[in-house]
């Protein structure tokens, strides 16, 4: 009897069964069986009581402490639902009670969850890095008041935890390659594993055993000096450092921000390289440092950074036509003319352009052009027969500009030594006919190839309007002029009977 009198005692000052349990040296169903047998005996203070007690296993829950009477209740509730992480509410409820007072107190109103069983992986120091996407914060365009969607990129050293992050606009090759020379120079040199997930710009074909690696991305990696190991498709786990460390950023960052407005990318980076630094600083539960401690003192002989940076090559299979040419980003490239209707490999970059075969035969290569509609052209891709054809009506059509002209000749010799300088063979013959025929003189046609050259303007059509100037001495093509009517001929508003009779 003296053990159910203290039992009540403590339960009137409103301590918690565990605590009487503890103290008692007596089970917590013991505890809550006297509790519940009792509970006509027990007074509770009227402040706290909400509803008379009844002989259930909601005589606990239903009791709401002084300290909660002072939060918003259903507010915390609906932004748990909503995912709002406890932390992050308890900050901004500031109550009266610890943290993980106010993480039971709540997590009994929602439920337990069920664990799932998971195993701890041990990692070596400077081993592997993980890097993953998901998706960012979205930023608000001012001038258009467009919304425009971000990326977070994470790289995470599973053994330390260190983490850089970043967003970004999208996901592309460009965009993912930097993102890892930025990752490599915070960490400051080069792990001897990436673990990336299976995004196109990493894994051009996913698969559980033999995936294929995107070949930009692998000669990005062999030039930085560490090898690419995809995670499984649908494993999240083979990554679960930065899984981890993606979810915490959400559950923080994302929601301290959640009702911030940003207009820039740089301004979202501005706010998140603060968090990022604080995050990285604070101290771990499970090792008692922080992220940045932990990498400075066991992780930091990491692999040297090359000197050279790395030039992106872009990869795209091509047909080569009949011309002998394929085609890249809308313009022209010659290559041997034994590959016609043949697939190719072609290796571009920015000033650069290489064409392989299937066999990994270098068959051309070609500065890169700018613009649209361009052609660089090797004769010697040509067959014979064509290259003396060509050779040929070039050659001939040079005689012929020389008996003209000095303008004459520079013009067709300029037009014959850009690339691809067939497309110009039958405008050159067609100016030179205009001489011949007698249509012109050669005095004209002088004049007109000079105004072409000093105007930048090279169409037959041109250099003809030029001939006719030059040949009516300098005055403009005479128009036809309009036929005179008679105004009694004209009978446009008269009736029919005056027309007919």
């Known amino acids: 009897m003296e053990k159910v009198e ?9 301590r918690s069964i565990r605590t009487i349990s503890r103290c008692l040296h007596m089970s917590r169903k013991t505890v809550k069986k006297y509790i519940q047998d009792n509970s006509d005996k027990i007074i509770i203070d009227e402040k706290i009581q909400t509803q008379p007690l009844s002989l259930n296993d909601t005589v606990i829950s239903d009791v709401i402490p002084i300290w909660a009477q002072e939060v918003d209740i259903e507010y915390v509730l609906k932004e748990l639902a909503k995912g709002i992480s406890y932390k992050v509410l308890y900050e901004e409820t500031n109550p009266a009670i610890g943290y993980f007072g106010f993480w039971r107190f709540f997590r009994k109103r929602l439920g337990a969850k069920k664990q799932n069983i998971s195993i701890r992986i041990i990692y070596k120091p400077g081993e592997k890095a993980f890097v993953d996407y998901c998706d960012g914060i979205q930023i608000i365009d001012e001038l258009t008041g467009e919304v425009i969607k971000t990326h977070l990129f994470v790289a995470t050293l599973p053994f330390s935890q260190y983490t850089f992050a970043e967003f970004t606009l999208d996901q592309k090759l460009e965009t993912f390659i930097e993102m ?141 036509h009949p011309d002998c040419h394929i085609q890249v980003e809308k313009n022209f490239y ?112 002088e004049y007109a190839t000079k105004m072409a050259f000093a105007h930048k303007i090279y169409r037959l059509s041109y250099i003809t309007d030029c001939c006719i100037f030059h040949l009516n001495g300098g005055a403009k093509p005479r128009t036809t002029q309009a036929p005179i009517r008679n105004p009694n001929t004209i009978h446009l508003h008269q009736n029919k009977e005056k027309m007919f009779n």
């Open 6 to 14: 203290q039992i009540l005692h403590m339960w009137e000052q409103k």
């Open 180 to 320: 890892h020379d930025k990752t490599w120079s915070f960490f400051g040199g080069v792990t001897d594993y990436t673990v990336p997930d299976n995004l196109k710009s990493a894994v051009s074909k996913a698969h559980h055993y033999d995936p294929d690696c995107n070949k930009s991305f692998c000669e990005y990696a062999n030039h930085v000096g560490f090898a690419v190991l995809p995670a499984r498709p649908y494993k999240p786990r083979d990554k679960a450092s930065v899984k981890g460390n993606i979810h915490h950023i959400q559950s923080s960052f994302f929601q301290r921000v959640r009702n911030k407005r940003y207009k820039t990318l740089y301004e979202l980076n501005q706010d998140f390289k603060i968090f990022l630094n604080e995050f990285n600083n604070s101290i771990m539960k499970d090792y008692g440092v922080s992220r940045k401690e932990r990498f400075s003192t066991k992780e930091s002989n990491l692999k040297p950074l090359p000197v050279e940076k790395f030039q992106l090559f872009n990869w795209k299979i091509a047909k080569v």
């Open 334 to 445: 010659s290559v041997p003319y034994h590959y016609v209707g043949k697939e190719v490999r072609v290796r571009h970059s920015k000033n650069y352009l290489e064409v392989f075969y299937s066999s990994g035969e270098l068959l051309s290569t070609h500065k890169k052009l700018k613009g649209i509609g361009k052609s660089s052209t090797d004769p010697r891709h040509w067959p014979k027969e064509k290259q003396c054809y060509l050779s040929f009506n070039i050659n001939k059509a040079q005689l012929e500009a020389k008996i003209i002209g000095e303008n004459t000749y520079k013009l067709i010799d300029f037009l014959y030594s850009q690339s691809h300088p067939l497309r110009f063979l039958r405008p050159v013959q067609g100016m030179l006919r205009l001489v011949h025929a007698n249509k012109f003189s050669k005095e004209d046609m």
